[in-house]
């Protein structure tokens, strides 16, 4: 099992303050467009992104830079801060004419991550308008991959080859990010949320911290090479489900413990361990496509397997327990099925 950045021994004494009573955990929002007339899947519209922010501003919620408020949630240094980032994939257009404005007006720091091949193409921002964000107070441009292209190694790759592309994607990405903008950002959002060990093992090796498109906060116990993210696209961002995402926390789980996310079979199987402060029986469990579904209990040790094979390339297993102050404690495991065809 892939050792990452935060030690197991680190995790251990985290779970146990946690016994102690963690309070608060640092929230990341990801989007890609924020318009009306883009699609809908990776889309927020204008109007729910203002309902978001206000929704933010009204629960008192501080809004960070995204690499110190990750730093300090691994730490376990919030307490009872709540916190929140916003981070956007892709640098669309609308990024630049639509959300930043609104981000502007109430002085909210955010993150861009660029896939840099496409900067200057039809629908995403220019180089010249990320000179220009770059230079503002709060902002940070990182990397998202030189093309965008699926990082993974595929079933038919040798090493060798695989290791040369996702190498020279990142390292590519990274020094034309420091080239045209003089930045060198030491994080990374995967492509379309996908990554295997191996994978971040080349982000930790680079001392950088890896975001997924996976659901929940960071926390004490979180993977620093597989850091979620709660997406907020139209079908995930309403507000009627808003407010216990923006004050979740991470269910307080080792990610040394958790499974490579690339499967061998379908449906896969999620086994993790819980500290004597969660209580199993108030666990709930959910499949993507599938609802709830059912678990197994030893001791604190939990075990779950959909009851439906999956047809998709990626999918998700989600586990929520409540926490004393109302919210949600909240764990995500994203699954890649590497046999069904890239996007």
């Known amino acids: 099992m892939l050792k990452r950045l935060t030690s197991r021994s680190l995790l251990m004494v985290s779970l146990a303050v946690f016994t102690l009573g963690a309070k608060a955990d640092l929230v990341v929002l990801q989007y890609h467009h924020v318009s009306d007339s883009t699609p809908p899947s990776t889309s927020t519209s204008v109007s729910l992104f203002e309902g978001q922010l206000d929704m933010i501003s009204e629960l008192g919620i501080e809004v960070v830079p995204l690499e110190s408020g990750t730093r300090d949630a691994l730490a376990g240094k919030l307490d009872g801060q709540k916190q929140v980032a916003i981070t956007f994939d892709d640098a669309y257009e609308s990024v630049y004419s639509t959300a930043i404005p609104e981000l502007e007006k109430r002085d909210y720091p955010y993150t861009i991550f660029v896939n840099t091949k496409a900067i200057g193409s039809h629908g995403y921002m220019t180089w010249k308008q990320l000179e220009k964000v770059r230079d503002r107070s709060g902002v940070t441009i990182a990397n998202h991959s030189e093309d965008h292209g699926h990082l993974a190694k595929r079933p038919d790759e040798s090493q060798d080859n695989w290791a040369q592309r996702v190498e020279s994607s990142l390292d590519t990405a990274q020094e034309t990010l420091a080239n045209r903008l003089g930045i060198n950002v030491p994080m ?139 919210s949600y404690y909240w764990l995500s495991q994203q699954w890649l099925d590497l046999s069904k065809p890239e996007d």
């Not at 499974?259 to 209580?279: A, H, K, Q, R, Y």
């Open 188 to 326: 990374f959002a995967y492509p379309y949320g996908e990554f295997d060990n191996a994978l971040e093992s080349k982000i930790e090796k680079r001392g950088w911290l890896g975001y997924g498109q996976q659901s929940g906060a960071i926390g004490a116990t979180s993977g620093a090479t597989r850091l979620p993210r709660f997406p907020m696209a139209n079908a995930y961002g309403q507000l009627n489900s808003l407010k216990n995402k923006l004050l979740s926390k991470a269910l307080p789980v080792d990610a040394n413990e958790l499974p490579d996310g690339v499967i061998d079979e379908n449906p896969p199987t999620l086994s993790f361990t819980v500290p004597d402060s969660i209580s199993v029986g108030r666990l709930t469990c959910f499949a993507s496509g599938q609802g709830r579904i059912d678990f197994e209990a030893s001791g604190d040790r939990v075990s779950l397997t959909a009851p439906e094979r999956f047809s998709s390339r990626r999918f998700r297993y989600n586990c929520t327990h409540p926490a004393p102050d109302g």
